[in-house]
Protein backbone atom coordinates (compact mmCIF):
# COMPACT_ATOMS: atom_id res chain seq x y z
CA UNK A 1 0.00 0.00 0.00
CA UNK A 2 1.01 3.52 -0.74
CA UNK A 3 1.83 4.60 2.85
CA UNK A 4 4.21 0.92 3.44
CA UNK A 5 5.86 2.30 0.60
CA UNK A 6 9.11 3.52 3.39
CA UNK A 7 8.64 0.03 5.06
CA UNK A 8 12.36 -0.84 3.83
CA UNK A 9 14.02 2.49 4.53
CA UNK A 10 12.93 2.25 8.15
CA UNK A 11 13.00 -1.32 9.07
CA UNK A 12 16.59 -0.70 10.20
CA UNK A 13 16.28 2.45 12.06
CA UNK A 14 17.38 2.68 15.26
CA UNK A 15 14.87 1.93 17.92
CA UNK A 16 14.19 5.01 20.33
CA UNK A 17 12.17 5.35 23.62
CA UNK A 18 9.02 6.45 23.99
CA UNK A 19 8.34 10.41 23.78
CA UNK A 20 7.66 12.16 27.30
CA UNK A 21 7.04 15.48 28.07
CA UNK A 22 7.49 17.57 31.37
CA UNK A 23 4.48 20.08 31.85
CA UNK A 24 6.11 23.59 32.55
CA UNK A 25 3.08 25.29 32.46
CA UNK A 26 3.58 27.33 35.66
CA UNK A 27 5.74 29.04 33.59
CA UNK A 28 3.20 30.57 31.40
CA UNK A 29 1.73 34.43 32.37
CA UNK A 30 -2.07 33.70 32.99
CA UNK A 31 -4.46 33.70 29.73
CA UNK A 32 -7.22 32.04 28.56
CA UNK A 33 -8.96 32.00 25.65
CA UNK A 34 -12.77 33.42 26.83
CA UNK A 35 -16.15 34.49 25.27
CA UNK A 36 -19.48 32.87 24.17
CA UNK A 37 -21.12 30.59 21.10
CA UNK A 38 -18.93 33.10 18.69
CA UNK A 39 -15.71 31.87 20.32
CA UNK A 40 -16.71 28.35 20.31
CA UNK A 41 -14.13 28.14 17.24
CA UNK A 42 -10.73 29.75 16.79
CA UNK A 43 -8.44 30.19 19.74
CA UNK A 44 -5.12 30.17 17.25
CA UNK A 45 -1.53 30.59 18.83
CA UNK A 46 1.71 32.52 16.47
CA UNK A 47 4.86 31.43 17.35
CA UNK A 48 7.84 33.73 15.84
CA UNK A 49 11.07 34.87 17.06
CA UNK A 50 9.81 38.58 17.75
CA UNK A 51 13.54 40.01 19.16
CA UNK A 52 16.09 37.95 17.57
CA UNK A 53 17.52 35.78 19.97
CA UNK A 54 16.70 32.38 18.15
CA UNK A 55 13.92 31.34 20.40
CA UNK A 56 10.37 31.07 19.50
CA UNK A 57 8.01 33.62 20.99
CA UNK A 58 4.27 33.25 21.58
CA UNK A 59 0.97 35.21 20.64
CA UNK A 60 -2.29 33.69 22.23
CA UNK A 61 -5.32 34.76 20.78
CA UNK A 62 -7.84 35.80 23.65
CA UNK A 63 -11.33 36.08 22.93
CA UNK A 64 -13.33 38.29 24.46
CA UNK A 65 -10.23 39.02 26.65
CA UNK A 66 -7.23 40.92 25.42
CA UNK A 67 -4.83 38.76 23.39
CA UNK A 68 -1.16 38.45 24.65
CA UNK A 69 2.52 38.07 23.76
CA UNK A 70 4.85 36.06 25.68
CA UNK A 71 8.50 37.04 25.57
CA UNK A 72 10.79 33.44 26.13
CA UNK A 73 13.36 34.02 28.26
CA UNK A 74 14.91 30.76 27.99
CA UNK A 75 14.58 27.68 29.85
CA UNK A 76 11.39 27.23 29.63
CA UNK A 77 10.24 30.46 31.62
CA UNK A 78 8.25 33.24 29.92
CA UNK A 79 6.77 37.36 30.60
CA UNK A 80 4.14 38.75 29.46
CA UNK A 81 5.23 40.82 26.67
CA UNK A 82 3.64 45.06 26.00
CA UNK A 83 1.56 44.20 23.27
CA UNK A 84 -1.41 46.52 21.98
CA UNK A 85 -4.35 45.96 24.00
CA UNK A 86 -6.99 43.87 20.85
CA UNK A 87 -10.07 41.85 22.18
CA UNK A 88 -12.22 39.44 20.38
CA UNK A 89 -9.69 37.59 18.76
CA UNK A 90 -9.50 34.31 16.92
CA UNK A 91 -6.18 33.74 16.04
CA UNK A 92 -2.95 34.89 14.43
CA UNK A 93 -0.12 34.14 11.63
CA UNK A 94 3.12 35.51 11.84
CA UNK A 95 4.16 36.72 8.19
CA UNK A 96 7.23 39.23 7.04
CA UNK A 97 4.85 41.40 4.85
CA UNK A 98 7.58 44.35 4.61
CA UNK A 99 10.13 42.27 4.18
CA UNK A 100 12.22 43.69 6.55
CA UNK A 101 13.45 40.52 8.98
CA UNK A 102 10.91 41.23 11.53
CA UNK A 103 7.89 39.04 11.94
CA UNK A 104 4.70 40.73 11.46
CA UNK A 105 1.64 39.17 12.62
CA UNK A 106 -2.14 39.36 11.05
CA UNK A 107 -4.63 39.41 14.02
CA UNK A 108 -7.90 37.52 13.08
CA UNK A 109 -10.83 38.80 14.95
CA UNK A 110 -14.60 38.96 15.56
CA UNK A 111 -14.88 42.42 13.52
CA UNK A 112 -11.97 44.41 11.65
CA UNK A 113 -8.86 42.27 11.42
CA UNK A 114 -5.55 43.95 12.14
CA UNK A 115 -1.99 43.49 10.94
CA UNK A 116 0.46 44.58 13.48
CA UNK A 117 4.11 45.85 12.15
CA UNK A 118 6.74 43.78 14.40
CA UNK A 119 9.73 45.68 15.49
CA UNK A 120 13.14 44.68 16.78
CA UNK A 121 11.86 44.06 20.14
CA UNK A 122 8.88 42.20 19.80
CA UNK A 123 7.16 45.78 19.70
CA UNK A 124 3.89 45.80 17.44
CA UNK A 125 2.28 48.82 15.70
CA UNK A 126 -1.37 48.74 13.95
CA UNK A 127 -0.79 49.22 9.75
CA UNK A 128 -4.08 48.01 8.94
CA UNK A 129 -4.58 51.08 7.63
CA UNK A 130 -1.29 51.96 5.95
CA UNK A 131 -2.17 48.72 3.79
CA UNK A 132 -6.02 49.13 3.13
CA UNK A 133 -6.86 46.29 4.46
CA UNK A 134 -10.83 46.44 4.83
CA UNK A 135 -12.49 47.64 8.26
CA UNK A 136 -14.99 44.44 7.88
CA UNK A 137 -17.12 43.73 10.62
CA UNK A 138 -16.58 39.53 9.74
CA UNK A 139 -15.88 36.87 12.23
CA UNK A 140 -12.51 35.32 10.61
CA UNK A 141 -11.12 32.43 11.47
CA UNK A 142 -8.52 31.01 9.05
CA UNK A 143 -5.81 32.32 6.72
CA UNK A 144 -3.01 32.04 4.22
CA UNK A 145 -0.51 33.88 2.43
CA UNK A 146 1.58 33.34 -0.72
CA UNK A 147 3.81 35.22 -3.45
CA UNK A 148 3.49 35.93 -7.04
CA UNK A 149 5.89 38.26 -7.50
CA UNK A 150 8.51 40.28 -6.00
CA UNK A 151 6.13 42.73 -4.27
CA UNK A 152 3.43 41.96 -1.44
CA UNK A 153 1.74 38.34 -0.43
CA UNK A 154 -1.74 37.25 -1.97
CA UNK A 155 -3.78 36.85 1.09
CA UNK A 156 -6.60 35.14 1.93
CA UNK A 157 -8.69 35.29 4.68
CA UNK A 158 -11.50 32.91 5.38
CA UNK A 159 -14.44 33.62 7.70
CA UNK A 160 -17.41 31.71 9.81
CA UNK A 161 -20.54 32.65 9.80
CA UNK A 162 -22.20 35.79 8.98
CA UNK A 163 -23.54 36.95 11.91
CA UNK A 164 -25.48 39.86 9.98
CA UNK A 165 -27.98 36.69 8.39
CA UNK A 166 -31.19 36.97 10.17
CA UNK A 167 -31.76 33.77 9.27
CA UNK A 168 -28.48 32.55 10.87
CA UNK A 169 -26.44 30.85 12.18
CA UNK A 170 -27.44 27.55 10.33
CA UNK A 171 -27.57 27.67 6.61
CA UNK A 172 -25.78 31.44 6.84
CA UNK A 173 -22.03 30.92 6.13
CA UNK A 174 -19.92 34.06 5.25
CA UNK A 175 -18.17 34.57 1.79
CA UNK A 176 -14.22 34.46 2.29
CA UNK A 177 -12.03 37.50 1.09
CA UNK A 178 -9.06 37.86 -1.05
CA UNK A 179 -6.87 40.64 -0.49
CA UNK A 180 -4.52 41.39 -3.25
CA UNK A 181 -1.83 43.94 -3.52
CA UNK A 182 -2.72 46.96 -5.41
CA UNK A 183 0.60 49.48 -5.68
CA UNK A 184 1.57 49.02 -1.62
CA UNK A 185 -1.76 48.11 -0.97
CA UNK A 186 -4.65 45.58 -1.02
CA UNK A 187 -7.72 45.26 -2.85
CA UNK A 188 -10.32 43.41 -1.49
CA UNK A 189 -12.67 40.75 -2.91
CA UNK A 190 -15.01 37.64 -2.45
CA UNK A 191 -14.27 34.44 -2.33
CA UNK A 192 -17.65 32.71 -3.09
CA UNK A 193 -19.16 30.37 -2.11
CA UNK A 194 -18.33 30.13 1.31
CA UNK A 195 -18.89 27.19 3.97
CA UNK A 196 -17.99 28.66 7.06
CA UNK A 197 -14.11 28.18 6.65
CA UNK A 198 -12.15 27.08 10.05
CA UNK A 199 -8.41 26.91 7.90
CA UNK A 200 -6.36 27.35 4.39
CA UNK A 201 -3.65 26.86 3.13
CA UNK A 202 -1.49 27.45 0.20
CA UNK A 203 0.80 25.04 -0.94
CA UNK A 204 1.51 22.27 -3.31
CA UNK A 205 -1.12 19.42 -3.76
CA UNK A 206 -0.41 16.22 -4.69
CA UNK A 207 -0.25 17.33 -8.38
CA UNK A 208 2.46 19.84 -7.54
CA UNK A 209 0.64 22.67 -8.09
CA UNK A 210 0.23 25.81 -5.80
CA UNK A 211 -3.56 25.85 -4.54
CA UNK A 212 -5.79 27.17 -2.06
CA UNK A 213 -7.08 24.14 0.23
CA UNK A 214 -10.10 25.37 2.48
CA UNK A 215 -11.65 23.38 5.22
CA UNK A 216 -15.44 24.02 6.13
CA UNK A 217 -17.65 23.35 8.74
CA UNK A 218 -20.95 21.44 7.91
CA UNK A 219 -21.86 22.20 11.43
CA UNK A 220 -23.47 25.67 10.11
CA UNK A 221 -23.31 24.80 5.69
CA UNK A 222 -25.62 22.23 6.94
CA UNK A 223 -25.83 20.38 3.71
CA UNK A 224 -24.70 21.52 -0.01
CA UNK A 225 -21.00 22.52 1.19
CA UNK A 226 -17.88 20.53 0.74
CA UNK A 227 -14.13 21.09 1.19
CA UNK A 228 -12.60 23.43 -1.78
CA UNK A 229 -9.84 23.80 -3.54
CA UNK A 230 -8.95 27.02 -5.16
CA UNK A 231 -6.75 26.61 -8.63
CA UNK A 232 -4.81 30.14 -8.17
CA UNK A 233 -2.80 30.57 -11.02
CA UNK A 234 -6.58 30.10 -12.56
CA UNK A 235 -8.48 31.70 -9.69
CA UNK A 236 -10.94 28.84 -10.00
CA UNK A 237 -12.56 26.29 -7.89
CA UNK A 238 -11.85 22.74 -8.42
CA UNK A 239 -14.35 20.23 -9.68
CA UNK A 240 -15.18 16.72 -9.97
CA UNK A 241 -14.04 16.94 -13.46
CA UNK A 242 -10.44 17.62 -12.23
CA UNK A 243 -10.37 14.94 -10.13
CA UNK A 244 -11.40 17.12 -6.71
CA UNK A 245 -14.05 14.88 -4.81
CA UNK A 246 -16.21 16.23 -2.86
CA UNK A 247 -15.65 15.61 0.69
CA UNK A 248 -18.28 17.32 3.88
CA UNK A 249 -16.62 17.04 6.94
CA UNK A 250 -16.51 19.23 10.16
CA UNK A 251 -13.42 20.69 8.96
CA UNK A 252 -11.83 22.18 11.76
CA UNK A 253 -7.96 22.30 10.96
CA UNK A 254 -5.04 21.20 8.06
CA UNK A 255 -1.84 19.64 8.37
CA UNK A 256 0.43 18.81 5.45
CA UNK A 257 3.33 16.91 5.76
CA UNK A 258 5.17 14.34 2.89
CA UNK A 259 4.89 10.85 4.87
CA UNK A 260 6.31 8.24 2.49
CA UNK A 261 9.17 10.33 1.02
CA UNK A 262 8.12 10.62 -2.44
CA UNK A 263 7.86 14.48 -2.85
CA UNK A 264 4.04 14.98 -2.52
CA UNK A 265 2.34 15.73 0.84
CA UNK A 266 -0.35 14.26 2.95
CA UNK A 267 -3.19 16.16 3.93
CA UNK A 268 -4.51 16.11 7.55
CA UNK A 269 -8.06 17.62 8.21
CA UNK A 270 -9.49 18.01 11.58
CA UNK A 271 -13.10 16.98 12.59
CA UNK A 272 -15.99 15.65 14.89
CA UNK A 273 -15.63 12.06 15.02
CA UNK A 274 -12.98 10.65 12.60
CA UNK A 275 -9.99 12.91 11.56
CA UNK A 276 -9.14 12.22 7.69
CA UNK A 277 -5.89 11.51 6.44
CA UNK A 278 -5.45 11.90 3.00
CA UNK A 279 -2.87 10.13 1.08
CA UNK A 280 -1.27 11.75 -1.95
CA UNK A 281 -1.71 9.54 -4.82
CA UNK A 282 0.92 8.93 -8.20
CA UNK A 283 -1.72 10.22 -10.29
CA UNK A 284 -1.60 13.54 -8.17
CA UNK A 285 -4.77 13.12 -6.74
CA UNK A 286 -5.72 11.79 -3.16
CA UNK A 287 -6.94 8.42 -1.52
CA UNK A 288 -8.56 8.11 1.97
CA UNK A 289 -6.25 6.45 4.19
CA UNK A 290 -7.19 3.39 5.63
CA UNK A 291 -8.84 2.62 8.96
CA UNK A 292 -5.77 0.70 9.87
CA UNK A 293 -3.08 3.35 9.31
CA UNK A 294 -3.99 4.66 13.08
CA UNK A 295 -4.81 8.29 12.09
CA UNK A 296 -8.63 8.62 12.76
CA UNK A 297 -8.31 9.61 16.52
CA UNK A 298 -12.09 9.20 16.55
CA UNK A 299 -12.76 8.35 20.19
CA UNK A 300 -10.98 9.23 23.72
CA UNK A 301 -8.37 6.83 23.96
CA UNK A 302 -9.02 6.61 27.58
CA UNK A 303 -11.81 4.10 27.46
CA UNK A 304 -14.15 6.28 29.94
CA UNK A 305 -16.02 8.14 26.87
CA UNK A 306 -17.18 6.26 24.01
CA UNK A 307 -18.54 9.42 22.13
CA UNK A 308 -16.97 10.86 19.45
CA UNK A 309 -14.19 13.26 19.56
CA UNK A 310 -13.75 16.86 18.50
CA UNK A 311 -10.30 17.90 16.62
CA UNK A 312 -8.41 21.10 15.91
CA UNK A 313 -5.06 22.04 15.27
CA UNK A 314 -3.31 19.22 13.79
CA UNK A 315 0.50 19.48 13.10
CA UNK A 316 3.24 16.69 11.86
CA UNK A 317 6.69 16.94 13.36
CA UNK A 318 9.34 14.08 14.63
CA UNK A 319 9.31 14.26 18.45
CA UNK A 320 11.91 11.75 18.98
CA UNK A 321 13.96 12.58 16.17
CA UNK A 322 13.54 8.94 14.57
CA UNK A 323 13.10 9.91 10.85
CA UNK A 324 9.40 9.37 10.87
CA UNK A 325 6.62 12.15 11.59
CA UNK A 326 4.67 11.63 14.29
CA UNK A 327 1.34 13.76 14.16
CA UNK A 328 -0.12 15.72 17.48
CA UNK A 329 -3.78 16.82 17.42
CA UNK A 330 -5.30 19.20 20.09
CA UNK A 331 -8.78 17.74 20.88
CA UNK A 332 -11.86 19.30 22.82
CA UNK A 333 -15.35 19.25 22.93
CA UNK A 334 -17.16 22.46 21.49
CA UNK A 335 -18.67 23.13 24.90
CA UNK A 336 -21.01 20.70 26.37
CA UNK A 337 -21.65 19.07 22.88
CA UNK A 338 -23.82 16.19 24.70
CA UNK A 339 -23.43 14.18 21.31
CA UNK A 340 -19.62 14.13 21.51
CA UNK A 341 -17.08 13.13 24.63
CA UNK A 342 -16.70 15.98 27.21
CA UNK A 343 -12.68 15.34 28.35
CA UNK A 344 -11.37 14.78 25.20
CA UNK A 345 -7.72 14.63 25.27
CA UNK A 346 -5.29 15.34 23.03
CA UNK A 347 -3.47 12.85 20.68
CA UNK A 348 -0.02 11.92 20.23
CA UNK A 349 0.79 9.41 17.20
CA UNK A 350 3.82 8.50 16.77
CA UNK A 351 4.35 6.92 13.21
CA UNK A 352 5.74 2.94 13.40
CA UNK A 353 8.54 1.62 11.05
CA UNK A 354 5.65 0.35 8.59
CA UNK A 355 3.66 3.73 8.49
CA UNK A 356 1.14 3.16 11.12
CA UNK A 357 0.39 5.49 14.16
CA UNK A 358 0.05 4.33 17.21
CA UNK A 359 -1.45 6.52 20.14
CA UNK A 360 1.39 7.95 22.90
CA UNK A 361 -0.49 11.07 24.52
CA UNK A 362 -1.05 9.12 28.01
CA UNK A 363 2.28 7.92 28.65
CA UNK A 364 3.87 10.99 27.21
CA UNK A 365 2.19 13.34 29.63
CA UNK A 366 0.42 15.15 27.11
CA UNK A 367 -3.49 14.11 27.84
CA UNK A 368 -4.40 17.03 28.56
CA UNK A 369 -8.88 17.18 29.23
CA UNK A 370 -9.32 20.46 28.76
CA UNK A 371 -11.00 21.87 25.71
CA UNK A 372 -8.19 22.58 23.32
CA UNK A 373 -7.70 24.55 20.56
CA UNK A 374 -5.24 25.77 18.97
CA UNK A 375 -1.44 24.46 19.18
CA UNK A 376 1.74 24.24 18.37
CA UNK A 377 4.99 21.50 17.67
CA UNK A 378 8.25 23.89 18.45
CA UNK A 379 11.55 23.52 19.55
CA UNK A 380 11.14 26.48 22.48
CA UNK A 381 14.97 25.45 24.01
CA UNK A 382 16.60 25.25 20.94
CA UNK A 383 17.81 21.71 22.16
CA UNK A 384 16.85 20.07 18.74
CA UNK A 385 13.43 18.74 20.14
CA UNK A 386 10.11 19.79 19.32
CA UNK A 387 7.36 20.97 22.29
CA UNK A 388 4.42 21.48 22.54
CA UNK A 389 2.30 24.59 23.21
CA UNK A 390 -1.81 24.29 23.57
CA UNK A 391 -4.39 26.90 23.93
CA UNK A 392 -7.14 26.03 25.79
CA UNK A 393 -11.14 27.66 26.24
CA UNK A 394 -12.02 29.02 29.10
CA UNK A 395 -9.01 27.23 30.85
CA UNK A 396 -4.97 28.30 30.72
CA UNK A 397 -2.65 27.70 28.32
CA UNK A 398 -0.49 24.88 28.55
CA UNK A 399 3.35 24.34 27.47
CA UNK A 400 5.63 21.00 27.65
CA UNK A 401 9.10 20.47 27.36
CA UNK A 402 10.29 17.45 25.24
CA UNK A 403 12.28 15.28 27.48
CA UNK A 404 12.22 12.15 25.90
CA UNK A 405 15.49 10.41 26.02
CA UNK A 406 18.22 9.34 23.77
CA UNK A 407 16.32 10.68 20.66
CA UNK A 408 17.96 10.74 17.27
CA UNK A 409 19.98 13.75 15.17
CA UNK A 410 18.06 16.60 13.61
CA UNK A 411 18.56 19.56 11.27
CA UNK A 412 16.67 23.11 11.28
CA UNK A 413 16.66 24.31 8.01
CA UNK A 414 15.58 28.48 7.62
CA UNK A 415 15.54 30.12 4.44
CA UNK A 416 16.38 33.86 3.27
CA UNK A 417 16.40 35.55 -0.12
CA UNK A 418 16.42 38.77 -1.50
CA UNK A 419 13.01 40.85 -2.33
CA UNK A 420 9.57 40.87 -0.89
CA UNK A 421 9.19 37.22 0.13
CA UNK A 422 12.21 37.22 2.41
CA UNK A 423 11.34 33.72 3.86
CA UNK A 424 11.14 31.89 0.19
CA UNK A 425 7.63 30.94 1.19
CA UNK A 426 6.50 28.52 -1.39
CA UNK A 427 10.40 26.67 -1.32
CA UNK A 428 10.34 23.46 -0.90
CA UNK A 429 13.23 21.57 1.14
CA UNK A 430 14.23 18.11 0.94
CA UNK A 431 16.58 16.72 3.50
CA UNK A 432 18.38 12.98 2.96
CA UNK A 433 20.82 11.11 5.19
CA UNK A 434 21.55 7.29 4.16
CA UNK A 435 18.24 5.95 3.13
CA UNK A 436 16.18 8.99 4.99
CA UNK A 437 14.46 11.14 2.47
CA UNK A 438 11.68 14.16 3.45
CA UNK A 439 10.18 17.05 1.41
CA UNK A 440 8.76 20.00 3.25
CA UNK A 441 7.34 23.16 1.96
CA UNK A 442 7.68 26.16 3.48
CA UNK A 443 4.12 27.57 4.05
CA UNK A 444 1.41 30.14 5.71
CA UNK A 445 -1.64 28.86 6.91
CA UNK A 446 -3.26 25.39 7.67
CA UNK A 447 -3.43 24.79 11.46
CA UNK A 448 -6.58 25.65 13.39
CA UNK A 449 -6.78 29.76 13.90
CA UNK A 450 -2.77 29.99 14.00
CA UNK A 451 0.29 28.93 12.81
CA UNK A 452 4.50 29.11 13.10
CA UNK A 453 7.45 31.39 11.40
CA UNK A 454 10.29 29.05 12.59
CA UNK A 455 12.89 27.02 10.93
CA UNK A 456 11.72 23.62 9.71
CA UNK A 457 13.03 20.56 11.97
CA UNK A 458 14.02 17.64 10.30
CA UNK A 459 14.47 14.21 12.70
CA UNK A 460 17.36 12.30 11.20
CA UNK A 461 17.64 9.25 13.28
CA UNK A 462 21.85 8.05 13.45
CA UNK A 463 22.70 9.91 10.35
CA UNK A 464 25.55 12.34 11.29
CA UNK A 465 25.27 13.81 8.02
CA UNK A 466 22.89 15.34 5.54
CA UNK A 467 22.36 17.00 2.37
CA UNK A 468 19.75 19.68 2.01
CA UNK A 469 18.13 20.30 -1.55
CA UNK A 470 16.15 23.63 -1.92
CA UNK A 471 13.89 24.38 -4.84
CA UNK A 472 13.40 28.27 -4.46
CA UNK A 473 10.38 30.13 -5.24
CA UNK A 474 11.67 31.13 -8.50
CA UNK A 475 12.76 27.23 -9.66
CA UNK A 476 16.35 27.61 -8.79
CA UNK A 477 17.84 24.77 -7.04
CA UNK A 478 20.66 25.01 -4.77
CA UNK A 479 22.56 22.37 -2.50
CA UNK A 480 24.51 22.28 0.71
CA UNK A 481 25.89 19.75 2.51
CA UNK A 482 26.10 19.92 6.81
CA UNK A 483 26.29 18.07 10.00
CA UNK A 484 23.59 17.50 12.18
CA UNK A 485 22.48 18.71 15.55
CA UNK A 486 22.55 22.40 14.38
CA UNK A 487 19.87 25.06 12.64
CA UNK A 488 20.91 26.30 9.27
CA UNK A 489 20.10 29.46 7.62
CA UNK A 490 20.64 28.82 3.93
CA UNK A 491 20.60 32.12 1.71
CA UNK A 492 19.41 32.83 -1.63
Avoid at 74 to 102: L, N, S, V
Avoid at 432 to 440: H, P, R, Y
Wanted: proline share 5%.
Amino acid sequence: MKYLTLLAAFSAAPAFAGPVFENMSQNLPPHEYSGGWDHFVGGGVAVMDCNGDTLPDVFAAGGTGPASLFINDGDFKFHAGDFPEITETTGAYPIDIDADGHMDLFVLRIGANRVLKGGADCSFTDVTADYGVPEADQWSTAFSAWWVDDGLPQIAVGNYVDRSNPKGPFFACDSNTLLTPDNGTYTATSLEPGFCALSMLAARDASGTQRLRISNDRQYYVRGGYEQMWDIAEARFLGEDDGWAKVSLWGMGIASRDLNGDGRDEVMLTSMGDQLLQIATDEGLYTAAPFNMGTSAHRPYLGDDGRPSTGWHAQFGDVDNDGRADLFIAKGNVDQMPSNAIHDPNNLLMQQPDGRFVEAALEAGLASGERARGAALTDFDNDGRLDVLVLNRRAPLEIYRNVTPDTGAWLNVALEQDGGNRNAIGAQITVEAGSFKETQQVTIGGGHAGGQAVPLHFGLGDATEATITVEWPNGAVTTATALVNQTLTLTH
